[in-house]
């Protein structure tokens, strides 16, 4: 494949999986066999994906701030869970398999679709009253996260918005404000690791970036002008698709 034509490629795939991944979550299930199409090894692939997931959180959460939705504060808490793992999970990213992991995160996600259809949310309390007895329960499920996102990151914008939608009982925008800053803090220290380690390209990772950057911006300011509606028509599409994909029906 011609050179541009890779990089042109690489761009637009990238500008769709960062518009999906701040709306929903599951980008990475289309960048990163894009990355190994294009010739990486599953190491290089994984760590060049994270250049894009960082700038494209950094941007979401520059958009967010952008149309007054930030509470930085909660934000920095949850991610604060997050670290450690993430940092366990970059370091022997390359010595475990995930293939059962994997069959048993398409069961879950179809759950969490069959969750979200049949779940009402009570639209006249407060997110402060709507909070229960079990949200202690979101800092455990925060390291487990933290580690999945930096062992693979596959589905993980799913997984924090299912734990912060049903944990924290905290609307879907709400959700997606929190879950971009988080996702952008623990990559950090995790891409940090896949550089030292040798296992970024740079070219092809500021390309991937600079599409996902693209694509989340405009998907933050869809998310809040079009509101809960829309985020969970997409929210539930990508789920399901992710669910065959994982179990192998597509």
Request: proline fraction near 2%.
């Amino acid at each position: 494949m011609d050179e541009i034509l890779k990089l042109l490629l690489l761009f637009g795939v990238g500008s769709i999986a960062g518009f999906i991944n701040v709306m929903a979550g599951g980008g990475s299930t289309i960048t990163l066999p894009t990355l190994i199409f294009l010739g990486l090894d599953g190491a290089l692939a994984n760590g060049t994906n994270r250049v894009g997931i960082f700038v494209q959180t950094l941007t979401a959460v520059i958009s967010f701030r952008q149309e007054k939705y930030h509470k930085i504060k909660l934000s920095l808490k949850l991610a604060a869970f997050t670290l450690p793992g993430a940092i366990i999970g970059a370091i022997i990213a390359v010595n475990i398999s995930n293939e059962l992991f994997q069959k048993i995160l398409g069961y879950v996600l179809i759950g969490i679709i069959f969750s979200m259809l049949l779940r009402k949310i009570n639209k006249n309390k407060t997110e402060e009253d709507k909070q229960n007895q079990n949200s202690w329960l979101i800092y455990p499920a925060m390291f487990v996260m933290g580690f999945y996102g930096g062992f693979m990151q596959v589905g993980i914008g799913f997984m924090f918005m299912a734990s912060l939608y049903h944990l924290l009982k905290l609307k879907l925008l709400h959700v997606n404000m929190h879950k971009v800053l988080i996702i952008c803090i623990y990559t950090l220290p995790a891409l940090l690791i896949f550089i030292l380690t040798g296992n970024v390209n740079w070219k092809l990772g500021l390309v991937l970036a600079a599409g996902m950057a693209s694509g989340a911006w405009w998907s933050a300011k869809l998310s809040i002008k079009k509101g809960e509606k829309i985020i969970r028509i997409i929210l539930i599409a990508a789920i399901l698709l992710m669910s065959l994909k994982l179990l192998d029906v597509i």
